[in-house]
């Protein structure tokens, strides 16, 4: 059974950075794409970011080009989310996502999702 589980999220003001990470077990983590979401309140799940198997090429979504870094760790099963300069937009619930077929950046691409991890940035 696929298993993700967030960490990283919490309350911080405005220009401050988080690292987001998600640690993934019961699949063979080369093997699939990962991707980063968020779920503001009252708005839809947004595609952030995603990585490919290999850890190059990663896809930003046009708002966070320049402050998000996706990354991943095959050897730890690990991927991570650096957000830099952080604003009060950026407040919502991080999902780790995770898919074994091509990049993709629509969440109904993904089959695999964790539980999330809420950021909430302060003015």
């Known amino acids: 059974q696929v298993q993700l589980v967030e960490s990283g999220g919490g309350l911080v003001q405005a220009g401050d950075s988080l690292r987001l990470s998600c640690a993934a077990s019961?699949?063979?983590?080369?093997?699939?794409?990962m991707g980063w979401f968020r779920q503001a309140p009252g708005k839809e799940r947004e595609f952030v970011a995603a990585?490919?198997?290999?850890?190059?090429?990663?896809s930003y979504a046009r708002s966070a080009k320049g402050r998000f870094t996706i990354a991943r760790d095959n050897a730890k099963n690990m991927v991570y989310l650096q957000i830099d300069t952080l604003n009060p937009e950026d407040t919502a619930v991080y999902y780790c996502?995770?898919?074994?077929?091509?990049?993709?950046?629509?969440?109904?691409?993904?089959?695999?999702w964790g539980q999330g991890t809420q950021v909430t940035v302060a003015s």
């Open positions: 019961g699949l063979t983590f080369i093997d699939y794409v």
């Open positions: 990585i490919n198997r290999s850890g190059t090429g990663p």
């Open positions: 996502a995770a898919r074994a077929g091509l990049l993709g950046t629509v969440a109904d691409a993904y089959d695999n």
